[in-house]
C-alpha cells in the first residue's frame, strides 16, 4: 500500500488566490510527522512545513499552512495569495517515529503552476 | 554553512560502466539517505544509513550499492550501469530522534546511462 498519496498531478491557479494541494497518508504509528517539501525548475529540495501526529493545531509558517485531519489521514498544504514564485512541484512526506528506521516517505508530487 | 553536498552534479555513463556518487554533509546527522526521482513517481529510497558502518536497503535496491565508512559521508555506487538507472539522484540526511526533524537534502545528481 502507499505510504503517501498525492492525487493531484498537476493544478493550476490564479495568481492572489489560494491553493490546496491533497495528501493522504497510511500509517499504524501512532507517531508520525508530516513534511512538505517544494522543489522548483531548478531542482533542490526546499522544506516548507511540518506538522506532528500529537500536535493539536494546524501548522503555519507564513503563507503556507497544514490542513491536518488526523482521523481521515490527510495532510492537505494551503497557500494562501499565490504568487509567481510558487510556480514548482510540491512533495507530501511522512517519517514514521517509532518504526521502520525513521525513513521518509514521499508521495508522487503535485506540479503546481501560478498563472498572471 | 555547506548543508549536504553530492558530487558530482551530472554525469553521462555507458551502459556496464560503474561509478559512485559522493554525498557528504556537515550537520553531524545520524541519518542519510540516497533517492532516486523519476517523473510521476516521486522520491524512491534507494538505501539508506542509521549511521557509521551501517546500510540498509530500501525500496529499490537492486543495481546498486552503499557504503558509509565515515559518519559524513554516503557513497552510493552502481556497478554495471543500465538504461533503467537514468534519473535524478538525490542524497538526504537528518537526525535520528524521532519523527519531527526534517530530511535536508543535497541539490541533486543528473546521472544518464545511455
Known amino acids: 500500500a502507499q505510504k503517501i498519496t498525492q492525487t493531484q498531478p498537476g493544478m493550476f491557479v490564479q495568481e492572489k488566490e489560494a491553493v490546496t494541494l491533497d495528501c493522504t497518508y497510511d500509517?499504524?504509528?501512532?507517531?508520525?510527522?508530516l513534511f512538505w517539501y517544494k522543489q522548483p525548475s531548478s531542482g533542490e529540495m526546499i522544506f516548507l512545513i511540518y506538522?506532528?501526529?500529537?500536535?493539536?493545531q494546524n501548522a503555519t509558517e507564513g503563507r503556507y499552512s497544514l490542513n491536518f485531519q488526523k482521523a481521515r489521514k490527510s495532510a492537505n498544504l494551503v497557500i494562501s495569495a499565490s504568487q509567481l514564485g510558487d510556480s514548482a512541484m510540491y512533495f507530501c512526506?511522512?517519517?514514521?517515529?517509532?518504526?521502520?528506521?525513521?525513513?521518509?516517505?514521499f508521495g508522487s508530487g503535485t506540479k503546481l503552476n501560478v498563472k498572471p | 554553512n555547506a548543508g549536504v553536498t553530492q558530487t558530482p552534479k551530472f554525469r553521462v555513463l555507458k551502459t556496464g560502466q560503474s561509478m559512485t556518487l559522493l554525498c557528504a554533509q556537515d550537520?553531524?546527522?545520524?541519518?542519510m539517505y540516497w533517492y532516486r526521482q523519476d517523473p510521476g513517481m516521486g522520491l524512491r529510497l534507494i538505501h539508506y544509513?542509521?549511521?557509521?558502518?551501517?546500510?540498509a536497503k530500501g525500496e529499490v535496491p537492486d543495481g546498486y550499492n552503499v557504503s558509509r565508512l565515515k559518519k559524513q559521508n554516503f557513497l552510493l555506487g552502481l556497478e554495471s550501469a543500465a538504461p533503467s538507472q537514468t534519473s535524478v539522484y538525490f542524497c538526504?540526511?537528518?537526525?535520528?530522534?524521532?519523527?519531527?526533524?526534517?530530511?535536508?537534502f543535497g541539490q541533486g545528481t543528473r546521472l544518464t546511462v545511455v
Open positions: 538526504a540526511s537528518s537526525l535520528r530522534q524521532g519523527s519531527g526533524t526534517e530530511a535536508f
Open positions: 500509517t499504524s504509528d501512532p507517531s508520525y510527522g
Open positions: 550537520m553531524n546527522h545520524e541519518y
Open positions: 506538522q506532528g501526529s500529537y500536535d493539536q
Open positions: 512526506a511522512m517519517r514514521e517515529g517509532s518504526y521502520n528506521f525513521n525513513k521518509f516517505y
Open positions: 544509513s542509521v549511521g557509521e558502518g551501517t546500510t
